[in-house]
């Protein structure tokens, strides 16, 4: 044993493994990595990628104002402004809603807190900017991130299904209503 | 007057060649060490410039070319613009002794003219080496002059390093010399004329000199700083070694001196273990005048083999502590190399050829 080791460690035994490995994956080339601004990775379904306002099908803001994702937002990156409707009281909306994207930790949350489904995470990652405050997005920018990012838009609340309407809240497991 | 002035155009001519042969593969190397690298680790490579990333090195060169050329504050400016050319300069002076093709002699218009090697002198060996030596000068020089501690580290490695390495390469070379009876490396070639079982390495009478190969392998790569050696600019302590304040065509002088070491070890190796520029078998040698061209041709061949080793190398083995090469080379390569000179002379003399 001691002798097999000798012998061995005299004719380089560990490094001629090492080098028959490496022209292994010489002779097979077969390389793991793409071409990246070429080729692109897909990206897996739930991907968390840059934020977006979504809109209804007839063109309005899904955002009804309600701050709730501002609540949740761990690293404050958003700041929404409610107000009225004009003219319908009982409406409300974002008159301001900016993101801070340099604190984006994209876990998400706002987008779960959400209880119109306003935001919406899409599959955008490439949003190195040479200047910081192009991160700093408003109204405008997220609804055109959502925009591009989830072309196929959703029905009013009270169109999708007639319960919802007394609520508007899309909750999933809804209680039947009994007339 | 006029034989001087035709000699004189055929040896400008003849070095204008090799130094554009050598230039041109140090570029060469630079795009086949990363492709090789690469693809040894699973990846790609350069293949943005051109078609599979082949004028990369074009691309390189531009960059480098007009990049700022910078002297740190507290330099010896003297010193650092010269280390440099003492390094790149001895690199590419070795190669006027390497013959790579027959030893022939044609007349031109009453003038002799070898025309596969640049000048052939009976002490081409001692030449290259000595020139080698030259260069760690330009390294530690580069290294001191710099003003910075990392240079300052990587160029106190070198000089320790290329000291405890050089003795190995000129100890492994001497069994070579007491084979061929001659430092030139012209009638080293001739010596090992015929099949691979005349190559020192092989050569079986009297003893082969694979031995004496390997330690001049192992020592060369020391003395080129490469992998698994390359503990003068180990980029993960640092930096860069004693090229880190290097910027711009100096910084490109140390990297084409690098691999025109490497070039010219390759030679060293092919010329002195692995017959020059002879075939491995005598039918695969073109006959009567076309020898040269399957010479040139094998010897281009082993030479590049010897490169792919280098790249090989860098892409399997880590990198050496620095007690350990000290060790190595101390105390395992330098008995070896010393066993193997007293073996081939004793053997040498019982059995003379």
């Not at chain 1, 119109?116 to 200047?131: I, K, P, R, T």
């Not at chain 2, 390497?98 to 002490?123: A, H, M, Q, R, Y």
Request: charged residues 20%; aromatic residues 14%.
């Amino acid at each position: 044993m001691k002798l097999k080791k000798w012998i061995q460690s005299l004719i380089f035994y560990e490094i001629l493994l090492g080098m028959k490995e490496t022209l292994k994956h010489f002779l097979k080339y077969r390389p793991i990595t793409l071409e990246y601004p070429h080729v692109k990775k897909p990206l897996p379904e739930n991907y968390r990628g840059m934020l977006g306002l979504l809109r209804y099908d007839d063109d309005t803001e899904k955002c009804v104002g309600c701050d709730l994702c501002e609540a949740a937002c761990p690293s404050r990156v958003i700041r929404v402004v409610s107000a009225e409707v004009p003219g319908e009281p009982t409406k409300r909306y974002a008159k301001e809603y900016d993101m801070d994207m340099t604190r984006c930790l994209f876990c998400g949350m706002c987008v779960q807190a959400c209880p119109v489904d306003a935001l919406g995470m899409s599959q955008e990652f490439e949003w190195a900017v040479y200047d910081k405050r192009n991160l700093h997005l408003n109204k405008e920018q997220l609804l055109a991130i959502g925009d591009r990012a989830f072309p196929e838009r959703e029905k009013r609340l009270e169109f999708q299904h007639p319960n919802v309407a007394y609520f508007n809240v899309s909750f999933e497991d809804i209680p039947e209503k009994e007339f | 007057m006029f034989e001087t002035s035709i000699k004189l155009a055929l040896t400008l001519s003849q070095i204008g060649a090799v130094m554009g042969v050598v230039l041109l593969t140090v570029a060469v190397l630079t795009l086949l060490e990363r492709k090789v690298l690469s693809w040894m680790q699973d990846r790609m490579g350069p293949m943005e410039v051109g078609p599979y990333g082949v004028l990369q090195p074009v691309a390189d060169g531009l960059k480098l070319f007009f990049k700022e050329d910078i002297i740190p504050a507290g330099a010896n400016k003297i010193l650092f613009s010269l280390a440099p050319i003492i390094v790149l300069v001895p690199a590419l002076i070795g190669f006027a002794v390497i013959p790579f093709g027959p030893n022939w002699t044609i007349d031109v218009l009453g003038v002799e003219f070898k025309p596969f090697v640049i000048s052939d002198i009976n002490i081409g060996v001692l030449y290259i080496l000595a020139f080698t030596s030259i260069g760690a000068y330009g390294v530690i020089l580069g290294g001191w002059a710099s003003n910075s501690k990392y240079s300052l580290l990587g160029g106190l490695r070198s000089a320790a390093q290329l000291i405890s390495y050089e003795l190995n390469v000129g100890l492994a070379i001497v069994g070579v010399l007491l084979l061929s009876g001659s430092l030139s490396l012209v009638e080293i070639t001739e010596a090992q004329a015929g099949g691979f079982w005349n190559w020192f390495a092989f050569d079986p009478l009297p003893f082969p000199q694979f031995i004496a190969f390997v330690v001049f392998l192992i020592a060369s790569v020391a003395e080129t700083n490469r992998v698994p050696f390359d503990l003068p600019e180990a980029e993960s302590e640092l930096v860069a070694g004693f090229f880190t304040e290097y910027s711009g065509m100096r910084f490109a002088f140390f990297f084409m001196a690098e691999y025109a070491n490497m070039i010219l070890v390759s030679c060293m190796s092919t010329v002195l273990f692995f017959g020059g520029w002879h075939a491995p078998f005598p039918f695969l040698q073109a006959p009567g005048n076309f020898v040269w061209v399957t010479g040139i041709f094998w010897f281009t061949v082993k030479v590049y083999f010897f490169l792919f080793l280098f790249f090989w190398f860098r892409a399997t083995l880590p990198r050496l502590r620095y007690d350990q090469l000290m060790r190595f080379g101390w105390k395992v390569l330098l008995p070896i190399a010393l066993g193997n000179v007293v073996v081939t002379s004793l053997l040498a003399y019982i059995f003379p050829n």
